[in-house]
């Protein structure tokens, strides 16, 4: 059985360069989404949204899989909007005003009635917290701009900075703050950690 990766399939979007900023257009795919609100390094529910996350995307992968499609798929990366009633907040890091999306993206053959099995299922094999905040929603954000940064999220400031640089020159900034995950931070040393820094925005 052939494993689907969409990363390498839909490379504009899930591959994004560290040397240049880049423009790129966002078309609509489907997500499982939790909401919630402040330090994602300290948050008990951040933690527990990340967790319903995974557990029931691989409950999908693995239902699919076994299922008459027999499809096999790669999970997609986790990804976070990030932003604050006060943007002041955010700037300032200060962390415990932040208020996020975190989510992963789902196969376009996923259906919503498909998620909300697969939530039935995760919440009977595990007691997870967050599980009934999940939430399956189609999300497109248009014209972007896109750059990857390798390291810690602490050092991200420089290439943010490089990147609405970009997008001043350019347009105008507009949407939610957003990153994606590209890497396993719970194996990976943090100086090889990948994240793809994107900012929607307006020409």
């Known amino acids: 059985m052939e494993k689907l990766d969409l990363k390498k399939q839909l490379k504009s979007v899930y591959q994004a360069s560290a040397k240049s900023v880049t423009g790129v257009d966002v078309p609509a795919f489907n997500f499982l ?3 919630g609100q402040g ?3 300290s948050s008990d529910h951040y933690s527990a949204a990340v967790e319903a996350l995974f557990t ?3 409950t999908l992968k693995f239902m699919i899989k076994k299922s008459s499609a027999a499809i096999d798929y790669v999970v997609m990366p986790l990804e976070g909007l990030w ?3 006060d943007m002041a907040a955010f700037v300032a890091d200060r962390k415990g005003e932040w208020r996020w999306t975190m989510m992963i993206m789902q196969p376009d053959f996923i259906t919503a009635q498909m998620a909300t099995e697969a939530i039935a299922a995760a919440g009977k094999k595990k007691s997870l917290p967050a599980l009934q905040q999940l939430r399956f929603e189609s999300f497109a954000e248009g014209h972007c701009a896109q750059v990857l940064h390798k390291g810690p999220f602490t050092e991200e400031g420089p290439t943010i900075d ?7 020159e350019h347009g105008k900034l507009t949407g939610k703050h957003h990153e994606i995950y590209l890497s396993d931070i719970r194996k990976a040393a943090p100086e090889n950690w990948k994240t793809i820094i994107r ?3 307006k020409k």
């Open 83 to 85: 932003w604050a009633d």
């Open 199 to 201: 900012q929607p925005m």
């Open 33 to 35: 989404m939790i909401d």
């Open 39 to 41: 330090d994602p390094n």
């Open 56 to 58: 029931v995307s691989y």
């Open 162 to 168: 490089r990147l609405h640089q970009y997008i001043n």
